[in-house]
């Protein structure tokens, strides 16, 4: 089965910056709806960011509102999320989730609707 594949995670200090991608891990396939989501041990999975419409609809969480910016090349039919002015707040697994509706990238929620998931890439944030 076609599933989304990370990478870039990594770890950086307290204000540095990392960029995430995410592609298919076959080329045969184009989701409409393509999302990140991130999860620290012991609590819910959380949705930080999608894109959908196109490339130009977007979806942030507060939390990374004006930091994170997500965006998506066509061409390459790669997904990224810039990560900048990281806090150690923002450490977690990052994965990425795709699904053939844009609808599901509206409101992503934890992503409980969504059809395929990545492995995740660690970020840590440091001090």
């Known amino acids: 089965q076609v599933q989304p594949v990370e990478s870039g995670g990594g770890s950086v200090q307290a204000g540095g910056s990392l960029r995430l991608s995410c592609a298919p891990s076959?080329?045969?396939?184009?989701?409409?709806?393509m999302a990140w989501f991130r999860q620290v041990p012991g609590k819910e999975r959380e949705a930080v960011a999608s894109?959908?419409?196109?490339?130009?609809?977007?979806y942030y969480a507060d939390s990374v509102k004006g930091r994170f910016t997500i965006s998506r090349d066509n061409a390459k039919n790669t997904v990224y999320l810039q990560m900048n002015s990281l806090k150690p707040e923002d450490t977690a697994m990052y994965y990425c989730?795709?699904?053939?509706?844009?609808?599901?990238?509206?409101?992503?929620?934890?992503?409980?609707?969504?059809?395929?998931w990545g492995q995740g890439t660690q970020v840590t944030v440091s001090l």
């Open positions: 989730a795709a699904d053939p509706f844009y609808t599901k990238c509206v409101q992503p929620g934890s992503g409980l609707k969504f059809a395929y």
């Open positions: 076959t080329n045969t396939v184009t989701w409409n709806c």
């Open positions: 894109i959908f419409g196109g490339r130009t609809d977007t």
